[in-house]
């Protein structure tokens, strides 16, 4: 896939070099984090334990949860989940999918990695643990396993919530176990495209593709949050975690990340010990960015997270870590608007082909949808006309042409799978199993 040229035109490269005029004094303190992957030594970091409004990185946590429990033989990764009601309310980012739409737990995943959609997180949740709420519980306990210490969750998508926060340290921590525990789901990180049928889905990462041993993990957004980033790459045999959080912007996010990478690859030795010895922040509630990120007067950030649910994979240079001698970055701002092409990885709506397995689903999908459901919409704007809806009722195989249905085309495409969809009995969320209960089919 190549990204359209009007990203890389003369006048864009100024447009991007004005945002982030706009925006450059508040990047000043924004906790940063960068980190031996082998060795979990912190070689850098500035606030890197005060609370922080995590956005979607909080899907990196979901994700944990969920591979977790295929290895507890909960499910697998292609039971079909169910899109609820409460689910598909969701606020964007979002795939869009009508409440019944089956999604296997893999497509699902590359998915939350990719387009980062909150109303797929949900349908995570519920199918896995029966409710969003009991998801939450599941989230904590696990951060609690893992040595998260200024973590708590309450939904599985990051859309804000005075008591959903984390921190640096954390995001670095469940990003290095994530890549220790599941090695073997390594490449869900560093996806630069999905398509599903004849739409591409670009990553928001805009590290991917651009900054040389880039490979994962996840970016987020929300106005309280600001410009978040958990980013890895690899050099020389060598794989760094690097973690921005609050940038003004995702141009400047990138280029900060970039920095980082930079500044760490070329430090041997030293830094500020393992990630657990870390001092403790004396701040005990995370700052609201809402008025610095998504003010009048700051604009040109809002109009940049626009263009991220539009899969437009673009960034600009920022400031680097103090604690590094700085070294000019790899990345200019030209290469970061360059066109990137990425062979996009085929998912697909439904269960797989001869799936004869249980179908998960939230504990009641037909329960009304709660006020939590809808709040915070305002954070993010509603999907445009560019933002497809889609229900599939089958999977889709074969190569397919990287062409945009139309409005009409998609109102047809919704028309005829409503129409089709087999009816399916659904089995009840993936909860854990009794000692003497027998595991769901995984056949």
């Given at each position: ?210 900054y040389p041993g880039a ?79 998504c003010s009048r007067r ?146």
């Amino acid at each position: 896939m190549t990204l359209p040229a009007s990203l890389t035109t003369p006048i864009r490269v100024a447009a991007l070099l004005g945002a982030l005029a706009l925006t450059a004094g508040a990047a000043a303190a924004n906790p940063s984090l960068v980190v031996d992957f082998d060795t979990g030594q912190a070689l850098s970091e500035v606030d890197a334990t005060e609370p922080w409004y995590p956005a979607s990185l909080t899907k990196l946590v979901t994700t944990y949860v969920a591979l977790q429990a295929v290895r507890d033989g909960r499910l697998t990764l292609d039971t079909p989940l169910t899109m609820s009601a409460r689910a598909a309310a969701a606020p964007a980012s979002k795939m869009g999918f009508v409440p019944g739409t089956e999604v296997t737990l893999d497509n699902a995943l590359k998915m939350l990695m990719v387009k980062s959609p909150n109303d797929v997180a949900i349908m995570i949740a519920e199918s896995l643990s029966g409710s969003v709420e009991a998801f939450a519980d599941e989230m904590n306990a696990t951060a609690r396993k893992l040595g998260m210490r200024e973590s708590h969750f309450v939904n599985p998508n990051g859309l804000h919530d005075p008591n959903h926060f984390s921190s640096a340290r954390d995001m670095a921590i469940v990003a290095r176990a994530l890549l220790l525990d599941f090695p073997d789901q390594r490449d869900l990180y560093d996806i630069g495209a999905l398509q599903l049928g004849r739409i591409i889905i670009a990553n928001h990462n805009g590290l991917i593709g651009r900054y040389p041993g880039a490979d994962g993990m996840k970016t987020g957004f929300t106005c309280p949050a600001g410009f978040n980033v958990v980013a890895t790459a690899t050099r020389g045999g060598r794989r760094l975690i690097v973690v921005v959080l609050g940038a003004p912007s995702p141009l400047e996010r990138t280029l900060e990340a970039a920095r980082l990478f930079d500044a760490g690859f070329a430090k041997s030795g030293g830094g500020e010990g393992p990630l657990e010895s870390l001092p403790d922040s004396t701040i005990t509630s995370a700052p609201d960015m809402r008025g610095e990120i998504c003010s009048r007067r700051n604009r040109a950030a809002v109009l940049a997270a626009e263009e991220e649910d539009v899969g437009a994979a673009t960034s600009v240079t920022g400031r680097g870590a103090s604690a590094f001698v700085r070294a000019p970055t790899q990345m200019t701002v030209e290469d970061a608007v360059k066109p990137v092409h990425f062979d996009p990885v085929p998912i697909f709506i439904g269960p797989k082909p001869g799936w004869t397995g249980p179908v998960l689903a939230a504990k009641d999908a037909g329960e009304p949808t709660p006020e939590a459901a809808r709040a915070y919409a305002a954070d993010r704007a509603s999907p445009t006309a560019s933002v497809e809806t889609l229900s599939a009722p089958a999977a889709l195989k074969g190569a397919l042409k990287a062409v945009k249905l139309t409005p009409l085309s998609a109102r047809l495409h919704k028309r005829f799978a409503a129409k089709t969809a087999p009816k399916r009995t659904v089995a009840a969320s993936a909860k854990k199993p009794a000692a003497d209960a027998p595991l769901p089919s995984t056949r």
